[in-house]
Structures are given as structure tokens and as C-alpha cells.
T-cell receptor
Framework: NAGVMQNPRHLVRRRGQEARLRCSPM?????VYWYRQLPEEGLKFMVY????????ESGMPKERFSAEFPKEGPSILRIQQVVRGDSAAYFC???????????FGPGTRLTVL | TQLLEQSPQFLSIQEGENLTVYCNSS?????LQWYRQEPGEGPVLLVT?????EVKKLKRLTFQFGDARKDSSLHITAAQPGDTGLYLC??????????????FGQGTTLQVKP
């Protein structure tokens, strides 16, 4: 999974600030997924994107969360007006095609004070 | 809601012992993946099973997909301290509404003591 890059690895925000998480998929991968993991739990799907398109956002909270995957550059997961409950590890995964395996990045650990 | 239930949630054993982790669901999955995750890192794919009844071996690890494709198991023989970590199963579905998203179990934390 070293091919999927995420930054920052650790992010600390105060309540009400914005958090911006970046994900660069593996070379040649055009499908990006974002998952959230709470302490000692499995991962929960948030959103699935292809270049310039949101395909499935059924796991995204209705407010404050947004995601994009522009034609150029990394995918961005944005959380506005963060609250303590947003503290979690956020993982990005990429795959080459719809039926290929997903490879995960190292994650961004978000802490909201 | 499609759920994957993993058991046990926590397992602490001595080096050399055998163990089995289970992953069960009431839903049918077209594929089942097993991942291993170490603290502070992302999940690393161990295996993918796609055929009901399929058995795959990876050194001391044996993975099985149930005949009905609703459950899976991971068996580790002669566990070693290096096997310590969080083991996650994840299911995927095919079909016209499939977007490739994975449904994860809650994980099994394994500790192997020397």
C-alpha cells in the first residue's frame, strides 16, 4: 500500500476549524475511496470518486463533509467546522478498475481539541 | 444494513498456538478480502476470495470462503509474535448498483506473546 499517499499523517484542529485531507492514488488508478475508522473499529465507507465525479457518497455525513477528485492533483476530503466526534483515522484507497482490489494509504489521524 | 460480524474481537495467545478468526454475514458477497493492519498504518491486503468454498493458503495462514459466500474464516497455524495486529475482513458486491465500496467487519485484535 506504499503507493497510495496521504497527507498530512497527523492533523490537529480546534473545534470550528476546517480540516483538509489529501490523497494521491497509486499511479494509473482512477478510482478513489475514502473510509473512516474510529478507535478499535473497522473501517466505514464514506465516498467513492472518479476523476471530477462523485459516484457514491452514501456514507458521507449530510453536513460539513465534502470530497473532490479534480482532473489534476490529489483527492481532497474536507471537513468544515470540525467537532470532537470527527476525531478518527481517515483512510484513502485506490483501485485501477471497478473489479480490481483496493490498496490503502497510511491514513490521516485527525484529532479535534 | 449489510453487516459483517467478526469474532472474536480480541485474542491473546502464546507463540506456537493455532487460532481461527470468523467473519459472518446474513448477506451474500461476491468477494471477501482479509486485511491486516498495524498501529498507525493502513490496512494491507492479505487475500481475496471470490468462489464459494474456496480455500487459499498464504504460508501459515489459511483462508476459507463459505459455500454460500456469506462467511469466511482465517486460520493461523503456529502463531508468531510478528502476527500481532488487527485483522479485518471486508466484503464486496457485484451488480448494477455496485460501486466497489467495501463493507468491513469490526476487526479482531490479535496479540501473540513470545
Amino acid at each position: 500500500n506504499a503507493g497510495v499517499m496521504q497527507n498530512p499523517r497527523h492533523l490537529v484542529r480546534r473545534r470550528g476549524q476546517e480540516a483538509r485531507l489529501r490523497c494521491s492514488p497509486m499511479k494509473g488508478h482512477s478510482h478513489v475511496y475514502w473510509y473512516r475508522q474510529l478507535p478499535e473499529e473497522g473501517l466505514k465507507f464514506m465516498v467513492y470518486l472518479q476523476k471530477e465525479n462523485i459516484i457514491d457518497e452514501s456514507g458521507m455525513p449530510k453536513e460539513r463533509f465534502s470530497a473532490e477528485f479534480p482532473k489534476e492533483g490529489p483527492s481532497i476530503l474536507r471537513i468544515q467546522q470540525v467537532v470532537r466526534g470527527d476525531s478518527a483515522a481517515y483512510f484513502c484507497a485506490s483501485r485501477q478498475g471497478l473489479y480490481n482490489e483496493q490498496f490503502f494509504g497510511p491514513g490521516t489521524r485527525l484529532t479535534v481539541l | 444494513t449489510q453487516l459483517l460480524e467478526q469474532s472474536p474481537q480480541f485474542l491473546s495467545i502464546q507463540e506456537g498456538e493455532n487460532l481461527t478468526v470468523y467473519c459472518n454475514s446474513s448477506s451474500v458477497f461476491s468477494s471477501l478480502q482479509w486485511y491486516r493492519q498495524e498501529p498507525g498504518e493502513g490496512p494491507v491486503l492479505l487475500v481475496t476470495v471470490v468462489t464459494g468454498g474456496e480455500v487459499k493458503k498464504l504460508k501459515r495462514l489459511t483462508f476459507q470462503f463459505g459455500d454460500a459466500r456469506k462467511d469466511s474464516s482465517l486460520h493461523i497455524t503456529a502463531a508468531q509474535p510478528g502476527d500481532t495486529g488487527l485483522y479485518l475482513c471486508a466484503g464486496g458486491k457485484d451488480g448494477s448498483s455496485n460501486t466497489g465500496k467495501l463493507i468491513f467487519g469490526q476487526g479482531t485484535t490479535l496479540q501473540v506473546k513470545p
